[in-house]
């Protein structure tokens, strides 16, 4: 039996043995195992295709496979059979991060093959880049010649083994890869190569390097377009932190400037984080047939504890909700995606409350939307708490003398501590929040997506309530809560 055969079968009869209590409603997981990051996604013959890193038989990091799963929303999911095992010389120890590419109605897959050089593994391995083909989306063929990049085509000045997550894009005639690496001595950077025909590459040049602050290794380079600006974002290995920002062990980020494709530069005005809150990792994009720019991302962190598979509970990882990546002016906003809209149930509304201390509200769960409007008149400090219960609660509260929103999960429950802050203006005097919570996860949305933070928690089962606090007089303009089923 093939190893893609084996790791099927395998799911098929494990996924009984899921533990529930902390399965998200409407992000997608594995279904069954370890996931990390999202790969291949691609809008594909009317559906929406993610591919994601995965290890079917533990829900620990282990030899990756690519799960597979459709959507016609991005929000419902319906898993498919795993799509690369690690099976040939050139892979055989991890298919690991790529993208996807349609080209004359058939699916093109590109990854990286992780082989280790020596049996004690650790450090001694090499990454060479491969290829997959598909006519209808679900059963791939490797390319016969692999691997389409070899070690030889390696620049100088470039990891000879950290070599990984291509990112094919097409511009006029011309296919690109964008591959994630360092330059030996601890910088990150991303190297560039173009071809005619995705078989024969050519390299182009060291796309951009970082600097001692942003990071040591840059993993899963991706783009955008837009019609003035290009975006360019890596998710960057041990980024120093800066005062409030990159306390997280790896920081996504992106830089705001021009690609230069003829010379295959890429020079920026300044870089942001993508998520400032603690789970965000390894964002890919894809355009979909409305012209929008659809982002989703990894929903854990490395060198975190992972609950789920602490506890035993057959599964670790998940996906963020997926966002809408829009220009506005000179700066870039994420947004939840409009589809999740269709899925709101039992509205609860309230308007022009004015509050002072804290107010437990008549309604509570653990998988819903929020949509809240704050004008924090005398209050130097405001918020909600959800999840909360006798003695948890995650909280989510902006100080209006620092300018800063704070996302704490101190007493949120089982799962990591800790807190995170980002410096927020107010708009016309009022703060804007969309709230996502889904049983484990929370993702708040600040001033229509200038800023979005994201965290996974792991709360108590008769943790459900939630309440809007304020340390002064503040009026809630607008509160609405819907459950998501």
């Known amino acids: 039996m093939s190893k893609i055969n084996n790791a099927n079968e395998f799911i098929r009869r494990s996924k009984e043995k899921l533990n529930q209590i902390y399965r998200l409603k409407y992000h997608l997981m594995g279904e069954y195992g370890w996931i990390n990051d999202p790969n291949g996604f691609v809008h594909f013959k009317d559906n929406y295709h993610l591919f994601y890193q995965h290890y079917p038989y533990d829900a620990a990091w282990g030899s990756m496979h690519w799960g597979h799963a459709v959507s016609k929303d991005l929000i419902k999911w319906t898993y498919l059979p795993v799509a690369l095992a690690p099976d040939k010389d050139y892979d055989k120890d991890g298919c690991f991060s790529g993208s996807a590419i349609e080209k004359d109605g058939k699916l093109y897959l590109i990854y990286t093959g992780h082989i280790y050089t020596k049996k004690e593994k650790n450090d001694d391995y090499k990454q060479v880049q491969n290829m997959a083909i598909s006519v209808d989306g679900i059963t791939f063929e490797k390319y016969e010649r692999n691997p389409i990049i ?10 000879k083994k950290d070599f990984r997550d291509p990112r094919v894009f097409k511009i006029d005639n011309t296919y690109y890869l964008l591959i994630g690496s360092n330059d030996e001595h601890g910088i ?29 290794n840059w993993e899963c380079p991706d783009i955008v377009r837009f019609d003035d600006r290009d975006i360019l974002f890596v998710s960057a290995q041990y980024m120093r932190p800066n005062g409030i920002y990159f306390k997280n062990t790896h920081s996504s980020i992106y830089f705001i400037g021009k690609l230069n494709v003829d010379e295959g530069k890429f020079a920026y005005t300044d870089y942001y984080l993508v998520d400032y809150g603690f789970d965000f990792y390894a964002p890919q994009t894809t355009v979909d047939k409305h012209g929008r720019v659809i982002m989703i991302a990894w929903m854990n962190m490395w060198e975190t504890d992972l609950v789920t598979n602490r506890l035993g509970h057959n599964w670790a990882g998940a996906m963020t909700l997926p966002r809408e990546v829009i220009k506005i002016g000179e700066e ?24 002072n201390g804290e107010v437990d509200l008549e309604t509570n769960g653990i998988c819903y939307e929020i949509d809240a409007e704050f004008e924090p008149q005398d209050a130097y400090e405001f918020g909600v708490k959800v999840f909360k219960g006798k003695c948890e609660e995650t909280v989510l509260s902006y100080n209006c003398r620092e300018r800063l929103f704070t996302f704490n999960r101190e007493r949120s429950g089982i799962g990591p501590k800790g807190e ?24 708040v949305f600040i001033n229509g997506g200038k800023k979005v933070m994201t965290g996974r928690v792991y709360p108590d089962s008769q943790s459900v309530n939630i309440s809007l606090f304020s340390n002064g007089l503040c009026k809630v303009v607008n509160f609405k809560k819907w459950d998501i089923e």
């Open 420 to 443: 995170r802050k980002a410096e927020v203006d107010l708009i016309d005097g009022r703060l804007r929040l969309s709230i996502f919570v889904d049983v484990s996860s929370v993702e």
């Open 188 to 216: 990150g950077q991303a190297l560039m190569y173009k071809s005619t025909d995705l078989v024969k590459w050519e390299f182009v040049n060291i796309l951009l390097k970082g600097n001692e602050s942003t990071g040591i």
């Open 332 to 355: 870039i906003y994420f947004k939840p995606i409009s589809e999740i809209v269709k899925y709101r149930k039992n509205e609860y509304s309230l308007q022009d409350i004015e509050l």
């Open 150 to 159: 070899d070690v030889a085509q390696i620049p100088d000045k470039a990891s």
